[in-house]
């Protein structure tokens, strides 16, 4: 992503040019079937266009050397390919600006063909296309690794809240299981403190009641007397 960003600047000086190099070379296509005037005039217009496409393979060139020099080769490569390219171009003008009538091949070359796209610039003009597609094909596929990387984010987050809750249900799982055998423990507790408090109200009854006959016998014995 860094190395497109550094790029960026360079691909639109890029784009530009392709674009004034395809409308150029049909210009110059079309300067044979002009005469006079109209044909330097004609030829005037595609050489100020030059000069504007020669500016910016001036800026790509500029722009290229001041990245880092991995990223700057094969920029200046194509760069290079451009200046020869738009000489080309200026030879085909020249060419063109003093060409009689022509025949079929030498009107295909010029971009004159009834099959447009077997012409330079039909070519140049479906390369410029491939590339645009190939760029946005791989702006898609940087944008679907993006998604990945995030979903595989979301999924490791989730998977360690996941964790997370688990190992509390199983924290809650041990309390509740102590809890239960702290209520087990206690209910055998009262239940034994039950028999005892039992037991001893049996023995106060017993007592209690030894006592009364105690005392009746008592009672008795002196009545008797």
Known sequence: METADQTALFKQYETDYCNKSTDISRKIGGIPSLLGEQRRTK???IEAEMRSADTVIKSMDMEARQLPQTIAAPLLGKVREYKADLASLREQLRAASIASPVGDAARAELGLASDYYSTTAGQREKMLTATQRLEKSSARLTDARQMLAQAEDTGASILVDLHGQRETIERSRTT????????????KTLSSMARHVMQNKIILYGIIAFLLLAI?????AKLLN
């Open 43 to 45: 030829a005037t217009e």
């Open 176 to 187: 509740l299981q102590s809890a239960d055998e702290g209520i087990t423990k206690a209910r």
């Open 216 to 220: 009746a016998l008592i009672v008795y």
